[in-house]
């Protein structure tokens, strides 16, 4: 055999045993399928210590587990490894042992094709047309076995990690919007709390000047040190109301005319919300404070004016029934008067003036809407004097009746209050004195036309006693207009005028006029300074009662 003889065998041999190992191969790749392409996370959970036990665990629980079953993934297109159920986990890539067994079955059926895939999809998407869906068995949801919908405890802890995240890292406003000022007043005084109750202390002292020291004809002027202690205590109650006001002034002369006066009181008020649309209210008062020199009993040749104790309470009970308001009121108000210091020594008694006023009202009103209310009120009473006869020998005690017509506003924050119009009369016992009766002014209004503007309004009618000899006694028409206005946050202005008429029943009569100023200006939410400036004339038709003072306050005051 020659050398080309036998290198043309060689190369025939060698062509023919590459020939058969590339279709070897081949029939292999198209028995098995594609591996297709290694993602790096498969990689990475692979090559973890204990990954391929932990898979084999939850897919066991996944078996195991009532709820529904965990869909495998299932590529696009079929890997040549997708239907393997063994896999040496030593072997990155998953390398099948020829010599298995179980390898070689799974081997021996070829994965369907795409386009076969897809072909099925399209029969079930026949099958169920439109938005329905296969039908799904009725279990329970396993969150272990569905690692898909979370459960209620993963929400809520989501929820709670979210709000911690947000009260770290609260938002805010762009840096060109508007500045919004705060509602809360800096010079506002915080209070004290003490139980239920946030008590208010106030304490003012200063000094004024006075042209008449003691309001009368004859009054000279004086330098008076004033000290003014007041406490306000308010309720914080889910239901019902309470609260309580005291105060004590005291001045005493630092030059001039020689004065010192003590006066002083305390009120409280408490609202109770029963069932059935009832409201039970009642009130409890005390004052004392020296007798006017201009008085309506003139007192002469005393030293000093005698202290004026006055002790009230009322109790009632309001229905609202519909749009009707009722209610009922009874009210007990007593008055004792201290002896009078004569100038040449001795005492005077003045336990003939001392006498008990009860009274009873009813009201009907209509809420035509709920910032009006018209009504009618009716009042009888008895004033009881504690000497059947006074020193001249007249019975004073007198039965008392009235009768208003008013209207009650509650427009919000802008206008609150009532006033009230109508006929009071006292019929004194002894038939020798004429009656007292007039016409019977009352109101109690607040107005707000803007915000830190408060314009006030207050008239009341009294029916005054006096012992003198012959006269049944007068009545009394008082207002009080004020304003009070909050210039900046830490100055406030006030100012005041009133007028009041007093008609005695023999035709005479007495007219005051009065009007003040002032200002206070807070250095802080504790300290202040104020001033104010007052002025009260009177004009008399009896001799003798005539007088004018002008005053000046200047000090300080303190809030808690």
């Known amino acids: 055999m020659t050398a080309r003889t036998r290198r043309f065998r060689f190369s025939t041999a060698l062509g023919l045993s590459l020939i058969a190992l590339a279709g070897h191969a081949g029939a292999q790749e198209l028995e098995t399928g594609l591996r297709g392409p290694v993602l790096e996370s498969e990689i990475t959970a692979i090559l973890q210590p204990g990954a391929q036990v932990r898979a084999a665990d939850r897919a066991d629980r996944a078996r195991q587990s009532t709820g529904l079953p965990t869909p495998s993934y299932r590529p696009a297109t079929e890997s040549a490894t997708a239907g393997d159920t063994a896999r040496d986990d030593r072997s990155l890539f998953g390398t099948d042992d020829a010599s298995n067994p179980e390898t070689a079955s799974s081997?021996?059926?070829?994965?369907?094709?795409?386009?076969?895939q897809r072909a099925r999809q399209r029969s079930e998407r026949n099958a169920y047309p439109g938005d329905a869906t296969p039908p799904r068995p009725e279990q329970g949801v396993d969150p272990s076995a569905t690692g898909?919908?979370?459960?209620?405890?993963?929400?809520?802890?989501?929820?709670?990690?979210?709000?911690?995240?947000?009260?770290?890292?609260?938002?805010?406003?762009?840096?060109?919007?508007?500045?919004?000022?705060?509602?809360?007043?800096?010079?506002?005084?915080?209070?004290?709390?003490?139980?239920?109750?946030?008590?208010?202390?106030?304490?003012?002292?200063?000094?004024?000047?006075?042209?008449?020291?003691?309001?009368?004809?004859?009054?000279?002027?004086?330098?008076?040190?004033?000290?003014?202690?007041?406490?306000?205590?308010?309720?914080?109650?889910?239901?019902?109301?309470?609260?309580?006001?005291?105060?004590?002034?005291?001045?005493?002369?630092?030059?001039?005319?020689?004065?010192?006066?003590?006066?002083?009181?305390?009120?409280?008020?408490?609202?109770?919300d029963l069932a059935g649309d009832y409201t039970?209210?009642?009130?409890?008062?005390?004052?004392?404070?020296?007798?006017?020199?201009?008085?309506?009993?003139?007192?002469?040749?005393?030293?000093?004016?005698?202290?004026?104790?006055?002790?009230?309470?009322?109790?009632?009970?309001?229905?609202?029934?519909?749009?009707?308001?009722?209610?009922?009121?009874?009210?007990?108000?007593?008055?004792?008067?201290?002896?009078?210091?004569?100038?040449?020594?001795?005492?005077?008694?003045?336990?003939?003036?001392?006498?008990?006023?009860?009274?009873?009202?009813?009201?009907?009103?209509?809420?035509?809407s709920p910032a009006l209310t018209p009504f009618v009120e009716a009042e009888i009473g008895?004033?009881?004097?504690?000497?059947?006869?006074?020193?001249?020998?007249?019975?004073?005690?007198?039965?008392?009746?009235?009768?208003?017509?008013?209207?009650?506003?509650?427009?919000?924050?802008?206008?609150?209050?009532?006033?009230?119009?109508?006929?009071?009369?006292?019929?004194?016992?002894?038939?020798?004195?004429?009656?007292?009766?007039?016409?019977?002014?009352?109101?109690?209004?607040?107005?707000?036309?803007?915000?830190?503007?408060?314009?006030?309004?207050?008239?009341?009618?009294?029916?005054?006693?006096?012992?003198?000899?012959?006269?049944?006694?007068?009545?009394?028409?008082?207002?009080?207009?004020r304003l009070e206005r909050q210039i900046r946050a830490n100055l406030t202005a006030e100012a005041a005028a009133g007028a009041s008429w007093r008609e005695y029943n023999d035709g005479a009569h007495d007219l005051t006029l009065s009007g003040q100023a002032g200002m206070t200006w807070w250095l802080n939410r504790t300290l202040g300074l104020t001033g104010r400036a007052r002025y009260e004339t009177r004009t008399s038709s009896l001799p003798g009662r005539d007088y004018d003072a002008t005053s000046v306050f200047l000090g300080m005051r303190m809030q808690r």
């Open 107 to 116: 081997r021996s059926t070829r994965r369907p094709s795409t386009a076969v």
């Open 148 to 272: 898909a919908i979370p459960s209620e405890e993963d929400e809520a802890g989501e929820r709670e990690a979210l709000r911690r995240a947000e009260a770290l890292n609260p938002r805010t406003g762009a840096i060109e919007s508007d500045y919004a000022a705060s509602d809360e007043d800096p010079y506002a005084p915080l209070g004290l709390r003490l139980g239920t109750f946030t008590v208010t202390p106030t304490l003012e002292q200063g000094i004024r000047w006075t042209s008449n020291a003691n309001s009368s004809a004859n009054g000279r002027e004086a330098v008076l040190s004033e000290t003014t202690l007041r406490l306000r205590a308010v309720s914080d109650w889910s239901r019902h109301a309470a609260t309580g006001e005291a105060y004590g002034i005291y001045r005493k002369s630092v030059s001039g005319e020689e004065t010192s006066e003590l006066e002083g009181g305390l009120n409280g008020t408490l609202r109770l």
């Open 280 to 368: 039970a209210l009642a009130s409890l008062g005390y004052a004392v404070r020296p007798e006017s020199a201009s008085a309506p009993v003139i007192i002469s040749g005393v030293e000093d004016q005698p202290l004026r104790h006055t002790i009230d309470g009322s109790l009632g009970l309001a229905k609202e029934l519909g749009r009707l308001r009722l209610s009922a009121m009874g009210s007990v108000t007593r008055e004792i008067y201290g002896d009078a210091d004569l100038t040449g020594g001795g005492t005077l008694s003045q336990k003939e003036r001392d006498a008990t006023l009860a009274a009873l009202r009813l009201r009907v009103g209509y809420q035509v």
């Open 382 to 481: 008895r004033r009881f004097y504690d000497l059947k006869q006074d020193s001249a020998g007249y019975e004073r005690s007198a039965n008392r009746y009235a009768a208003r017509a008013g209207v009650m506003l509650d427009i919000e924050e802008k206008l609150s209050g009532e006033a009230s119009l109508g006929w009071i009369s006292e019929d004194l016992d002894d038939d020798r004195l004429d009656t007292v009766s007039g016409l019977a002014l009352a109101a109690s209004l607040n107005w707000s036309p803007e915000r830190g503007t408060t314009v006030g309004l207050d008239g009341s009618t009294t029916i005054e006693g006096t012992t003198n000899a012959g006269e049944s006694g007068s009545i009394l028409y008082a207002a009080n207009l």
